[in-house]
């Protein structure tokens, strides 16, 4: 197996939204915003060479949308899917799977472009089967007013027209769940429901795809919980249990927003669960 960081792009979002609760004195501290409250984000993926599969955790934007919705997000940086899978020999059609830990459009927005005349949407991965789990789809694809906005159906519906959809299996009880793709998932509620955070075995450690579970290792603080999170004192549970679990077996946690921060790794203190480390992924994985 080998694994590989994928930069897909990087963008801004308001610093209060990402920290909900949370006064701007304590959250500039880790992530400072500009003069319009806005905060560096990246959109780092995952690609797993294993064996005859080649598996992508998550798709950024893409590059479909209006300048209009664009413009919302200050895209900066010379980040892109195609470059980053470039820069390791590869191309998006060799990839054989597409897994998306959930449909909010910066993970999965990537998975879905436009064809060369801009009449339809067609799967931007054509030999790949795109992975999620049927409650999750459930959850997006008949969205609730909170999350409408981060559902689009130009992300989701042409996965299912495509016949490339494929689910998981969702888990009977509250652990890790082995999937089809080879490494455990841990499904959490807190921020959308159903969301899939992948524990890689890698190289003799732990490596696990945060997603939004943990956004930035400013993020790691328990109240530190994003305003987008649909049942905020769930996440608080769930993040509690994982920080704690994280700190005990040394896991490495590779970051997905975090514009500064590739992997990180967390010990306890007398505050509770604190950043022990950051490397950048090459440095600890070769």
Known sequence: MKIYPIETGNFKLDGGAMFGVVPKSLWQRTNPADNKNLIDLSMR????EDGERLILIDTGLGNKQSDKFFSYYYLFGNFSLDSSLAK?????DDITDVFLTHLHFDHCGGA?????????????????????NENHWNWAT?????EKASFLKENINPIEESGQLNFVNLPKLDFLEKSELGFDILFANGHTDKQMIPHIQYQGKTLVFMADLLPTTGHIPLPYIMGYDTRPLLSLDEKQKFLNKAA???????LEHDAQT???TLQHTEKGVRLKDTFKFNDIFN
């Not at 993926?45 to 797993?48: N, Q, W």
């Not at 009449?119 to 992975?131: R, S």
């Not at 005990?248 to 590779?254: A, I, P, Q, T, V």
């Open 262 to 264: 590739e992997l990180c």
């Open 45 to 48: 993926c995952m690609l797993i």
């Open 248 to 254: 005990d077996e040394e896991f490495f946690l590779f």
């Open 142 to 146: 008949i969205p609730n007013a909170r």
């Open 112 to 132: 879905i472009e436009w064809n060369e005349n801009k009449t339809f949407y067609q799967p931007a991965f054509k030999n790949a089967k795109f992975w999620s």
């Open 88 to 92: 390791y020999g590869f191309h998006r």
